[in-house]
């Protein structure tokens, strides 16, 4: 009896380890103290009217974090930082949720250091994150219009609570689909220009809108350094775009990536986070 206690048990030990371990696919010192996020509280959007500085994370999976969950981050709740994760809602702006771990059914993505870092700066932050995994040029050159669709939805809304709008910066994370085919590939330049110029005109269009300029930042990146054949095409494409339309482009394809060495870790997505942040 006593041996088929201490079996069950070493069943029960080693299936919740390899179910946590194939869950998970990240190591486990990627645990983070809750020392390591700063809370704020400058940040209220508060009663009466505010400017609100409303950013967009936008792309494929790891613009989303694909394999990053939420008890890999710190406890955080924030409900004074808001954040649309259309891509849960039928790539729709459905309302606004508090920022935290678990915003977006128990995932992370770059928008949470995104969210920390731009509310610690004393701005009143509002994040539209806007996506689908495995998304390349010819779903987003039609595709695009549900994203500017929620971004006038999402500035609208926040307008209609008496808070004056700007759109302030834009993640684009995205080319690792494209980078799978030399024929995506060699057409990505022309479709990211048709993409970006849309979201662009939208941004201006909600900036006039409330008193504002042109005044929207833009980062566009992907892991070019993944297993697909043709990155470097794709690569070349955004750096040339950012340089001649005066964005920035960042290289994420040094950060730590998991087993498929495609999708960031944790660890990589709060770098990508930081990084966005620190351009926007």
Not at 74 to 97: C, E
Not at 259 to 270: C, E, K, Q, S, W
Request: net charge positive.
């Amino acid at each position: 009896m006593r041996k088929l206690i201490y079996l069950s048990v070493a069943v029960f030990a080693t299936t919740f380890f390899i179910s946590c371990t194939n869950d998970s696919l990240e190591i486990s010192n990627e645990k983070f103290p809750s020392s390591q996020v700063n809370r704020v509280g400058t940040d209220a959007l508060g009663t009466g009217s505010q400017v609100v500085d409303l950013y967009v994370v936008a792309g494929q999976s790891n613009a989303l974090g694909w394999l990053s969950r939420g008890y890999s981050f710190p406890a955080y709740n924030n409900y004074r930082v808001r954040l649309a994760p259309s891509f849960v809602t039928g790539m729709q702006f459905r309302g606004w949720k508090s920022l935290s771990r678990d915003s977006q059914n128990g995932y992370f993505g770059p928008e949470m250091d995104l969210g920390i870092i731009k509310s610690g700066q004393g701005r009143n932050v509002a994040i539209l994150k806007h996506g689908i995994g495995s998304s390349g040029m010819n779903y987003w050159t039609g595709g695009v219009n549900g994203l500017t669709n929620a971004m006038k939805a999402a500035a609208n809304d926040l307008r209609a609570q008496g808070h004056t709008v700007r759109v302030s910066g834009v993640a684009w994370i995205q080319g690792e689909e494209d980078s799978k085919y030399q024929n995506t590939a060699n057409a990505y330049a022309g479709k990211l220009s048709i993409v970006l110029g849309k979201i662009k005109s939208t941004a201006k269009s909600i900036n006039q809108t409330n008193g504002f300029g042109n005044i929207t930042r833009y980062v566009i990146g992907f892991n070019e350094n993944g297993p697909a054949p043709y990155s470097q095409i794709v690569s070349i494409a955004q750096e040339n775009y950012a340089y001649y339309n005066g964005d920035s482009w960042l290289s994420f394809g040094n950060l730590p990536v998991s087993n498929d060495m495609l999708h960031f870790t944790a660890y990589g997505i709060r770098k990508q986070g930081q990084m966005i942040a620190s351009r926007l």
